[in-house]
């Protein structure tokens, strides 16, 4: 979260304050576009369990942030980076409605949309994610989806024999992420990652149907506009002859 904060120049988040919890922040917010989670419960047996869990923007396959931006203000790079382009947010919250993880935040002083961005500029000049960079345990790694699937895989093989319910969360309902984590226990167990995660079908209507005919329509009224324009200044010229 420091190295995220460092290397995007977010300001210091005071909006938790310390009771003693070993969660820095309740949720993500405008400057702080990642946190670790934790969640405690008590299993079958009554034995007590703390759950930690890194969350951030999934960078989803299928991005419902991305679809459902009425403005195409958020870019999917091939590379699977999922990245709000601030010159084009209009602060309208769209994408924080349709995220199935409820990921981005408006920033109420800057009226403009907020996440993670997976340090797409970064790796644009052949370097990893600043978390990645600076994670001493390991924990976060960064390279092709190929070779993620191929570790988280191998990190799968060796959790199974003491964690049963381990699994790859990777949903298909969303397209997949580009964001892959290995858990020790079942996705709902943490709070964050649901396990039918998937793209709202509202956003394809949206996406497919509604949004065209949108465009359409605010290109006919421009073309309106100018008709409009056009005919009145004919007619002013035809004024000015007589
Ligand atoms: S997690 Fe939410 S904000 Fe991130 S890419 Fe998916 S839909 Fe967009
Ligand atoms: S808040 Fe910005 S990025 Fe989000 S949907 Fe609206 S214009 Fe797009």
């Not at 601030?86 to 309208?92: A, E, I, L, R």
């Not at 959790?159 to 964001?179: F, Q, R, S, T, W």
Request: with cysteine; aromatic share 6%; net charge negative.
């Amino acid at each position: 979260m420091v190295a995220c904060k460092q290397w995007h120049d977010l300001p210091a988040d005071m909006s938790t304050p310390f009771e003693g919890q070993y969660q820095s922040h309740k949720t993500l917010t405008p400057t702080t576009w990642n946190l670790i989670q934790m969640n405690e419960r008590v299993d079958k047996e009554g034995k007590l369990h703390w759950d930690f869990s890194k969350i951030q923007c999934m960078h989803c396959g299928d991005p419902a942030c991305a679809d459902g931006c009425p403005e195409d203000a958020i870019e999917r790079q091939d590379n699977g980076c999922v990245v709000i382009h601030q010159d084009k947010c209009v602060g309208c919250g769209y994408c924080a409605i349709n995220c199935p993880f409820g990921v981005p935040k408006i920033n109420k002083e800057t009226n403009k949309s907020t996440k993670c961005d997976l340090c797409y500029d970064r790796i644009a000049e052949g370097m990893e994610p600043a978390c990645s960079k600076t994670c001493t345990a390991d924990a976060i790694n960064f390279g092709t989806k190929e070779e993620m699937l191929a570790l988280a895989q191998k990190r799968l093989d060796g959790l199974k024999p003491n964690h049963p319910d381990a699994n790859i969360y990777n949903p298909e309902g969303v397209g997949g992420v580009h964001m892959l984590y290995v858990l020790p226990e079942k996705p709902e167990v943490y709070g964050f990652f649901k396990p039918d995660a998937k793209t709202p079908a509202s956003i394809d209507v949206w996406k497919d149907v509604v949004k065209p005919v949108g465009q359409v329509a605010a290109a006919a009224a421009v073309v309106g506009v100018l008709g409009l324009a056009a005919i009145k200044g004919m007619s002013g010229g035809k004024k000015g002859g007589e």
